[in-house]
């Protein structure tokens, strides 16, 4: 299933620290990393729940719940719901051809580098004020062939993003752009790098996951050639 495989190979791009599968499942552990890089991945109809949240309990951490419709199993939601897990983060999954997204980039297409050089993580770094040694960490551990673009002006790098390949599809992902050079172009940039990118290693297709109320964003991409294929939500508890 499409959406399962995206899900997945999104979980590779972003490897949580530690991992366990129990079934279809995928039990995350990630301290330093971004929230979302630990919630577990319920991608099996089977009833894990109790098993999750002691996985979760034994490292001291709360547990979330990645929930996508179609993937996890019919009555999850509405379980966690009575559990009392809240609600929150509304995301959208979408997808693009990686030549329309070359076509309608219509930019000059930013540079790519193999790995993080100290101005993209500094960029990054500047518009998400996550830990960058945390990051490192995690970019570390993804084994996929991987690049990092950067836009400039002035000499400054003032917009990043990185891609995966896995099984002919691009992961779109870090994307930041640094408040001064927004609404210029940057941001378009940066996706006509990595889509470059992507069409020389043989990915046909782009995926990016985003939130929902990020307006922004989701205008960029449309504008892009991307288009929603689904839209999930987290549950998060403790």
Not at 88 to 109: F, N, P
Not at 135 to 163: C, I, K, T, W
Not at 181 to 202: D, F, N
Request: aromatic share 8%; with cysteine; glycine share 8%.
């Amino acid at each position: 299933m499409l959406l399962k495989t995206l899900q997945e190979c999104a979980a590779r791009a972003q490897p949580a620290a530690h991992v366990e599968e129990a079934g279809g499942w995928w039990l995350r552990h990630s301290p330093g990393d971004a929230w979302w890089v630990s919630a577990v991945l319920p991608h099996d109809r089977e009833d894990r729940v109790e098993q999750a949240e002691e996985f979760c309990a034994e490292r001291g951490t709360g547990t979330r719940f990645q929930i996508t419709p179609g993937v996890c199993a019919a009555d999850l939601d509405r379980m966690l719901d009575a559990r009392g897990y809240a609600r929150g983060h509304d995301m959208s999954l979408q997808i693009a051809s990686t030549s329309e997204v070359l076509r309608q980039s219509r930019s000059d297409a930013g540079e790519v580098t193999a790995r993080p050089t100290d101005e993209w993580l500094a960029a990054w770094q500047a518009v998400t004020t996550r830990d960058v040694s945390a990051e490192r960490d995690l970019l570390s551990r993804v084994e996929h062939p991987s690049a990092y673009a950067y836009a400039e002006v002035d000499g400054q790098v003032v917009a990043v993003g990185r891609a995966v390949t896995e099984e002919g599809w691009a992961g779109v992902f870090g994307m930041a752009t640094l408040p001064h050079a927004r609404g210029q172009g940057a941001a378009r940039s940066v996706l006509a790098a990595l889509a470059s990118w992507a069409a020389t290693h043989e990915a046909n297709h782009m995926y990016l996951q985003m939130e929902k109320a990020n307006t922004a964003a989701f205008r960029l991409y449309e504008r892009t050639g991307f288009r929603e294929v689904c839209t999930y939500h987290y549950r998060i508890r403790g």
